[in-house]
T-cell receptor, first 112, second 116 residues
Framework: GENVEQHPSTLSVQEGDSAVIKCTYS??????FPWYKQELGKGPQLIID?????GEKKDQRIAVTLNKTAKHFSLHITETQPEDSAVYFC???????????FGKGTHLIIQP | GAVVSQHPSRVICKSGTSVKIECRSL??????MFWYRQFPKQSLMLMAT?????????EQGVEKDKFLINHASLTLSTLTVTSAHPEDSSFYIC????????????FGSGTRLTVV
């Protein structure tokens, strides 16, 4: 089955700086890589996703890059704001066929 | 669009009793529903996959007789935790893939189960 590793487990950055979270996956059949933000007591909210036919995707301050050869993908948040503080999870799957395999999560702390 | 409604959001039950969690797809047909469990400060772990009209498939280590899953229609999947024990206390979340522009997976808002 799929195995997803996520680093770092905790990331503290100054407000306005950039944050980068990295994930690796093991199953070459995986073709869908979403990123979720989870606030305490709530379900995960999709913030961006990427499929294996593209290498990069951007949505305002958030971007995701994918390297299929190396089997890793990264989340980039620029101009961080206090409301970006949360736990972020990466995930991977063969879309539609399987459920998602999640990384262990990154607690992002934005220091004012 | 593509909303999954999950109820209840919180439930407290006594040891030995059963609890049912419902997930409904409100504006699309969910032929498949994934059920996850999340312990405090941990990641989401896939427990089982339900498919409308057929038996659920369970991940290794998940007791199928304890976590009963029913997918009675294209818009409703239920998870029943039977004979609950304190170690079953967790956050349970459902998710459905949706085949439409954008694709992806929609998550319910989760159920916080506390067994006392």
């Amino acid at each position: 089955g799929e195995n997803v590793e996520q680093h770092p487990s905790t990331l503290s950055v100054q407000e306005g700086d950039s944050a980068v979270i990295k994930c690796t996956y093991s199953d070459s059949a995986s073709n869908y890589f979403p990123w979720y933000k989870q606030e305490l007591g709530k379900g995960p909210q999709l913030i961006i996703d990427i499929r294996s036919n593209v290498g990069e995707k951007k949505d305002q301050r958030i971007a995701v890059t994918l390297n299929k050869t190396a089997k890793h993908f990264s989340l980039h948040i620029t101009e961080t704001q206090p409301e970006d503080s949360a736990v972020y999870f990466c995930a991977a799957t063969e879309e539609g066929a399987d459920g998602l395999t999640f990384g262990k999560g990154t607690h992002l702390i934005i220091q004012p | 669009g593509a909303v999954v409604s999950q109820h209840p959001s919180r439930v407290i039950c006594k040891s030995g009793t059963s609890v049912k969690i419902e997930c409904r797809s409100l504006d699309f047909q969910a032929t498949t529903m994934f059920w996850y469990r999340q312990f405090p400060k941990q990641s989401l772990m896939l427990m089982a996959t339900s498919n409308e009209g057929s038996k659920a498939t369970y991940e290794q280590g998940v007791e199928k007789d304890k976590f009963l899953i029913n997918h009675a229609s294209l818009t409703l999947s239920t998870l029943t935790v039977t004979s609950a024990h304190p170690e079953d206390s967790s956050f349970y979340i459902c998710s459905a893939p949706h085949v439409r522009a954008g694709g992806g997976y929609t998550f319910g808002s989760g159920t916080r189960l506390t067994v006392v």
